[in-house]
């Protein structure tokens, strides 16, 4: 079992940035690849960002590329999201999530989720 909590959303104006952690708990964190998604009001989860084992191994969905950053710290059991240049497209609550095995986009294959925390992006 993994407990995964997430923090740092909130209200933030477009251009600005925001940094999201996930805290996990209950199991050896370095065997588990990571992911965020997102749901924004209406919408499908949507697949954000992941990273592997170790940070060499990261993905991002393409509206994100270049603005938002992961990694990982495995000795403090945390993942973070640094969220550059926002923009109102990238309001949703933010989910972070843990797998064993390769990292993958497809959030059916994830296996313990934390709660999530909502960004949103106004003016």
């Known amino acids: 079992q993994v407990q995964l909590v997430e923090s740092g959303g909130g209200l933030v104006q477009p251009g600005g940035s925001l940094r999201l952690s996930c805290a996990a708990s209950g199991d050896t964190f370095s065997h588990y690849a990571m992911g965020w998604f997102r749901q924004a009001p209406g919408k499908e989860r949507e697949f954000v960002a992941l990273?592997?084992?170790?940070?060499?191994?990261?993905r991002y969905v393409d509206s994100v590329k270049g603005r938002f950053t992961i990694s990982r710290d495995n000795a403090k059991n945390t993942v973070t999201l640094q969220m550059n240049t926002l923009k109102s497209e990238d309001t949703a609550v933010y989910y972070c999530a843990v797998k064993r095995g390769a990292p993958v986009t497809n959030a059916l294959q994830y296996d313990y989720w934390g709660q999530g925390t909502q960004v949103t992006v106004s003016s």
């Open positions: 990273i592997g084992w170790s940070n060499s191994y990261t």
